[in-house]
Structure formats: C-alpha cells, structure tokens
C-alpha cells in the first residue's frame, strides 16, 4: 500500500502564495506519475496538474497554467505544487494521487491513478 499525505493549505487572501507537499511512501518514487486535482463544493474534481515519471513530462490546466508549478524531490519522496498569485476560484480541497504502474505516462483524468490522498483544504479570501 502506497500511502500519499497532503499538507500546506490553508487561508490565503487573493494575490497570496501557497506550497502543497504530497508525501509518499515506498522506495521506488522516482518511477511513480504524480497528479494534482481539487474539489470545490458542489463541483466535479477537476485536474489541476500532472507529471510523469522521473524524466518525464509535465501538463497543466489552463486555469491554472502561468500560476502552479509541479517540482518533485525524489531524495524526499515528495512532490510539490506551487501555487502563486491565488484567486477566489481557487478555493478547493486539492488531491495528490499517484500511478506507480511500470513507466506510467502522466494521466488528466482520476482513473490514471491508483493512489490517493486524503486532500488539504485551500481557502483564498479576496
């Protein structure tokens, strides 16, 4: 069992920044594709940003291009999600999930994943 912990919400005024970790477990890290998503109250969970295995490429939403940046520490077996210039909009409980299949490619949607977190709640006041 992969076990994956959000942390780094929080209240943020509109305009502010924010820096979510993903910590997993398990040994082998660098091989797994690591997502972001969030969920609003009432909405669907929505992609927000995605990265391949070690090496691999990056996706982002368009929503959120330009403002979050993926980055992951293998050392750590962690993963981070930047998070600039935050708007109202925003505002969500945002999810890190994981695919640790062989040499998995990045996945936009939440059935290319196979682990969960447990999610961080972020709040953006303007």
């Known amino acids: 069992q992969v076990r994956l912990v959000e942390s780094g919400g929080g209240l943020v005024q509109a305009g502010g920044s924010l820096r979510l970790s993903c910590a997993a477990s398990g040994r082998t890290f660098s091989s797994y594709a690591m997502g972001w998503f969030r969920q609003a109250p009432g909405k669907e969970r929505e992609f927000v940003a995605a990265?391949?295995?070690?090496?691999?490429?990056?996706y982002y939403a368009d929503s959120v291009k330009g403002r979050f940046t993926i980055s992951r520490d293998n050392a750590k077996s962690t993963m981070y999600l930047q998070i600039n210039n935050l708007k109202p909009e925003d505002t969500a409980v945002y999810y890190c999930?994981?695919?640790?299949?062989?040499?998995?490619?990045?996945?936009?949607?939440?059935?290319?994943?196979?682990?969960w977190g447990q999610g961080t709640q972020v709040t953006v006041s303007s």
């Open positions: 990265r391949g295995w070690s090496g691999g490429s990056t």
């Open positions: 999930a994981a695919n640790t299949g062989r040499r998995p490619v990045l996945s936009t949607t939440p059935g290319g994943y196979d682990y």
